[in-house]
């Protein structure tokens, strides 16, 4: 089992920046591949970036130049630098990792950014 804690998430005005951790702790060499996700209100969930065990990075469209994806191997932690926020990036922050093809997720943060 893989258990994964979120932090970092708050309210910040539109320009400006926040950083989410994510600590992954639970029987378990590594993890394949962690990463984040979103869900904004009425919006189905969707990927923002996702970084794997060799460091192979996927960004969203939207995100690309705003957002960096970072992971320490070490602690089993992943983070995601935001900047440049913007109101559309409003939105529940959700960890992901994946482990032999098991998916497993965090209980999500709020990210609110106003205009």
């Known amino acids: 089992q893989v258990q994964l804690v979120e932090s970092g998430g708050g309210l910040v005005q539109a320009g400006g920046s926040l950083r989410l951790s994510c600590a992954a702790s639970?029987?378990?060499?590594?993890?394949?591949?962690m990463g984040w996700y979103r869900q904004a209100p009425g919006k189905q969930r969707e990927l923002v970036a996702t970084?794997?065990?060799?460091?192979?990075?996927n960004y969203t469209d939207s995100v690309k130049g705003r957002f960096t994806i970072s992971r320490d191997n070490a602690k089993n932690t992943v983070y995601l630098q935001m900047n440049s926020l913007e109101p559309e990036d409003t939105a529940v922050y959700y960890c992901?990792?994946?482990?032999?093809?098991?998916?497993?997720w965090g209980q999500g943060t709020q990210v609110t950014v106003s205009s």
């Open positions: 992901n990792a994946v482990r032999f093809g098991d998916f497993y």
């Open positions: 639970g029987n378990f060499f590594r993890l394949n591949v």
């Open positions: 970084i794997t065990s060799g460091g192979s990075i």
